[in-house]
């Protein structure tokens, strides 16, 4: 089975804290992604990278930013935590585009700004 | 851009059958792809459409119309674990890798 893991499920930062939020999957993917997810507004990308180091800004990547040394690891930043940033934060991972149409999701990390 | 519109929320009785639709605005459309959420939980594949018609699964079926840029879920014989959020997605050739989302279908099953 794929296993895609986020390093922390629960994190509570204070406005203008460096976060960093970590992801890994296991199954060798091209492609990683982080999501937001806000209550009735879906999920929203910010940020997808298709190989090492690439990256490609999703819609909504202001405040954000991503680093992905190794293929199997992809790592959101928030440079400088804002209370409008807490959320639920979604990684997920697929295969290259055209083997597969699915993306695996990690478990979420719920962050909280204060 | 792309953008998805999917009812808010849908309620219904155990052994029913709910139909969630999706309709999508996108610029070059690759398919349409359906995850179910359960609180507190990641959301997981459910099916893919590429091309119109029907996909069938069990219980779930994915319906496709690129003609009229719509999809739907149907959901049959409801069962109580059926209830979790529900999110179409478009892949867009002209928008790289991606998957964009609806904002998700809250189905509430009933005894």
């Known amino acids: 089975d794929v296993k895609v893991t986020q390093s922390s499920r629960y994190l509570v930062k204070r406005t203008g804290e460096k976060v960093f939020l970590e992801c890994v999957q296991d199954?060798?993917?091209?492609?990683m992604f982080w999501y937001r997810q806000d209550p009735g507004l879906g999920l929203r990308l910010i940020y997808f990278?298709?190989?090492?180091?690439?990256?490609e800004k999703g819609d909504i990547p202001e405040g954000y930013s991503v680093s992905r040394e190794k293929k199997e690891r992809f790592s959101l930043i928030l440079e400088s935590a804002s209370t409008n940033q807490t959320s639920m934060y979604l990684c997920?991972?697929?295969?290259?585009?055209?083997?597969?149409?699915?993306?695996?999701f990690g478990e979420g990390s719920w962050l909280t700004v204060v | 851009g792309q953008s998805l519109e999917q009812p808010s929320e849908v309620t219904a009785v155990e052994g029913a059958i709910v139909q969630i639709n999706c309709t999508y605005q996108?610029?070059?459309?690759?398919?349409l792809s359906w995850y179910q959420q359960h609180d507190g939980g990641a959301p997981t594949f459910l099916s893919y459409?590429?091309?119109?018609g029907l996909e069938e699964t069990g219980r779930f079926s994915s319906f496709l119309s690129r003609s009229d840029s719509y999809g739907y879920l149907l959901l049959q014989e409801l069962q109580m674990k059926d209830s979790a959020s529900y999110f179409c997605?478009?892949?867009?050739?002209?928008?790289?890798?991606?998957?964009?989302f609806g904002g998700g279908t809250r189905v509430l099953v009933k005894p």
């Open positions: 997605a478009v892949r867009d050739r002209t928008a790289g890798n991606k998957l964009t």
């Open positions: 997920a991972s697929s295969p290259r585009w055209g083997e597969e149409n699915t993306i695996y």
């Open positions: 199954m060798d993917h091209e492609n």
């Open positions: 990278s298709y190989d090492v180091k690439m990256k």
């Open positions: 996108t610029s070059g459309f690759y398919g």
């Open positions: 459409n590429a091309l119109d």
